[in-house]
């Protein structure tokens, strides 16, 4: 039997379902396609699904739950298909946001570019027409870790942390970018600025975007990110969207 | 008519919790809410109302408060000084803040937050289905001088209750299970967890409370290759300088830093409210353990209501009442009903 998927308990919060060792597109395809069919089940006990870059964590209380009936319903779903090769979710939207990179609003593009080993139009040019897809929402509210970029972009996490990026900074490490929703400290590279919100509480869609959701960053000029900032009242940014087929 | 709960002055660290914002974990959003949900139980006994009904939470100390119309307030959890224009009141119970009355809430005697409940509730307007603010997600904000709180209608009309609150203020032994990446760490890495008495450092707030340590940190092998995953309130994280972080409500929903255990839900109020100092030490249990303490836990807390005395309103007897609990934490009522296999 192989190691993966592996199923283990998170305290007495729920239980993980762990399709690989790191991060992989299947893998990641299998978290998101095991959370929907969990969430189709309507199993009573599950009270929250959600998943992370590879795997689908099913909330439910272990105090009362007996985790043997629960395990076994569980590898019989696990059963039904070959989940590293599911499709992605239905209904994905791709999204345009426009980016300013570089600049004083986001001064590391420069340095990202020296690390990876490219001049920074060439690191623009590429970034600005790569299209990235949300592995996961996580570590605050609504904020997408989109992915995978080139090897190229294989760079590390910086040494220090910077200490604050201002929502809507476009930031990049290990192949993948984050756009932040809240002003945050961070290990990543700060190369683009966006008026994306992310997470808008007071609206009727609170959470802009959806792991599978795909998305396109392209360059715009100071003058233009300063017109969509004072002009948006959306608090998307400029952003526009089309539905997947 | 709507009564007003008026914040005259706002102590440092005031917002308003409820019992969190479960359901957006997938969207990134923790469920948040009040850092000790047992004091929000023993407000609503104490009120005879329900336990999800909004409260003021101070971290730290509270502030001066009135109310443009009679209402019943009680006071929940870190044991604060407290008067009503200057007459001192009992914690841990309910009592009659008439209109145009001045209350004041000092600073915590044990403990770190305190709570403010009022009957009705406070009934500002639902983020997303709950009241609560999430500080760290970026919902709400804390509490300032000015402002003016509008508060749901109060079906009850009791006042001068009380109930015995669980000694949960002074650190002690709180019990961890293990959770999914435990055995990441070597066996002797985690007997060593087990053995040490870590003291509450400083370093700590709605998302999470830092344990300091003397001797070495603690690690695992593959620390830093460990993919993100899912992250629940009471997970232990070893962060990069082998220091464990006790994650709170407020906390992220993802992270790669490892888990060597999870405090278990009824044992979390004791992190949250031990003070800066305070020693902790951390005992495995095993998941049946857990599971008996957990559903015990969870029984005590619906019967709370059932607990609930009159307070003694004799002058005399009230003060003897206050230096009772400043010293314990606890009234003197007979049973504690959160002591455990005792």
Same mark, same amino acid.
């Given at each position: 039997m192989s190691e993966w998927p592996k199923i283990r308990t998170v305290g007495l919060s729920g239980v993980l379902v762990t399709f690989a060792g790191a991060m992989s597109e299947p893998g990641n395809r299998a978290a998101l396609a095991f959370r929907s069919a969990v969430d189709e089940?309507?199993? &009573?006990?599950?009270t929250e699904t959600s998943t992370s870059l590879v795997s689908t964590f099913l909330e439910v209380d272990l105090a009362s739950v007996p985790l043997a009936a629960l395990t076994e319903r569980i590898e019989n779903l696990l059963e039904k298909q070959d989940w590293l090769a599911a499709p992605l979710p239905a209904g994905r939207k791709l999204w345009h946001v426009p980016t300013l990179y570089g600049t004083e609003l986001a001064p590391q593009l420069e340095e990202a570019a020296e690390v990876a080993g490219i001049d920074p139009a060439a690191a623009v040019q590429e970034i600005s027409t790569s299209r990235v897809r949300v592995l996961t929402i996580g570590f605050?509210?609504?904020?997408p870790y989109m992915g995978e970029l080139s090897?190229?972009?294989?760079i590390p996490r910086q040494?220090?942390?910077?200490?604050s990026v201002p929502p809507g900074a476009l930031v990049i490490a290990i192949r993948q970018l984050i756009v932040f929703t809240n002003a945050a400290p961070t290990g990543w590279r700060h190369i683009g600025q966006t008026? #994306?919100?992310?997470?808008?509480?007071?609206?009727?869609? &609170? #959470?802009?975007l959806s792991p599978g959701d795909e998305l396109i960053f392209p360059s715009v000029s100071p003058a233009e990110f300063e017109r969509i900032r004072s002009t948006d009242?959306?608090?998307?940014?400029?952003a526009s969207r089309e539905v997947l087929k | 008519m709507t009564a007003h709960l008026t914040i005259e002055t706002a102590g440092p660290a005031m917002s308003v919790q409820d019992q969190g914002r479960p359901g957006y974990r997938a969207q990134g959003?923790?469920?948040?809410?009040?850092?000790?949900r047992i004091a929000l139980s023993e407000g609503a006994a104490i009120l005879g109302q329900l336990p999800e009904y909004a409260a003021i939470e101070m971290a730290g100390s509270g502030g001066r408060f009135t109310a443009d119309r009679d209402i019943r307030i009680a006071l929940t959890g870190a044991t604060m000084s407290a008067n009503i224009d200057g007459e001192a009141l009992a914690w841990n119970a309910s009592h009659l803040l008439r209109a145009g009355a001045v209350l004041t809430i000092g600073g915590a005697?044990?403990?770190t937050y305190g709570y403010l409940h009022v009957g009705g509730g406070i009934d500002t307007p639902p983020v997303m289905r709950s009241r609560a603010s999430h500080l760290a997600g970026g919902i709400g904000t804390l509490l300032q001088t000015g402002d003016v709180l509008p508060i749901g209608k109060d079906k009850g009309r009791e006042t001068a209750r009380t109930l015995s609150s669980s000694?949960?203020?002074?650190g002690g032994t709180v019990r961890i299970v293990a959770s999914m990446?435990?055995?990441? #760490?070597?066996p002797e890495t985690v007997a060593r967890f087990t053995r040490n008495t870590f003291r509450r450092d400083a370093r700590a707030n709605r998302m999470g409370v830092r344990m300091d340590f003397d001797g070495d940190g603690f690690s695992t092998a593959g620390q830093l290759s460990i993919v993100s995953e899912v992250v629940v309130p009471g997970d232990i994280q070893i962060s990069g300088d082998g220091a464990p972080y006790v994650l709170?409500?407020?906390?992220?929903?993802?992270?790669?830093y490892p888990r060597i255990g999870s405090v278990l839900p009824c044992d979390l109020p004791r992190i949250a409210q031990a003070q800066t100092g305070a020693q902790i030490q951390f005992e495995m249990v095993d998941m049946e353990t857990a599971m008996i303490a957990q559903c015990r836990f969870a029984s005590e807390l619906s019967a709370l209501g059932k607990q609930v005395v009159p307070l003694v309103r004799d002058p005399a007897t009230m003060k003897d009442l206050l230096s009772f609990q400043l010293v314990s934490g606890a009234v003197s009522a007979p049973a504690n009903p959160f002591e455990q296999e005792s």
């Open positions: 089940q309507n199993w &009573p006990e599950v605050a509210p609504g904020q090897e190229t972009w294989n040494q220090g942390l910077t200490k008026a #994306f919100g992310t997470f808008l509480p007071d609206s009727d869609q &609170p #959470f802009t009242t959306s608090g998307l940014g400029g | 959003l923790t469920i948040g809410g009040a850092a000790d005697r044990n403990g000694d949960r203020f002074g990446q435990t055995e990441d #760490f070597d709170m409500y407020e906390c992220q929903t993802t992270g790669g």
